[in-house]
């Protein structure tokens, strides 16, 4: 998923994975309104968000296998 461009870990700048559960807490709440999910979370990999949705995968693979440009040339 990461390679594909579809996955990132994110994690508070100052703390890190040594963040508080809270702070990831409150990221999960943003982004599972987001269409974003982490399939990892029950093994306590907080910091992993996943693209989950099935229309937003199929374009984002889209987007990879274009070499990360927008559809007329741009870059996204």
Do not use: C
Not at 15 to 26: L, V
């Amino acid at each position: 998923w990461h390679g594909a461009g579809m996955a990132a870990d994110v994690v508070p700048a100052r703390s890190g994975y040594g963040a508080a559960k809270w702070m990831f807490d409150g990221l999960r709440r943003i982004y599972l309104r987001a269409g974003f999910d982490n399939p990892a979370w029950e093994l306590g990999d907080l910091g992993h968000i996943q693209l989950t949705d099935y229309v937003m995968r199929r374009r984002a693979r889209g987007w990879v296998a274009a070499g990360f440009r927008e559809p007329g040339g741009g870059t996204g």
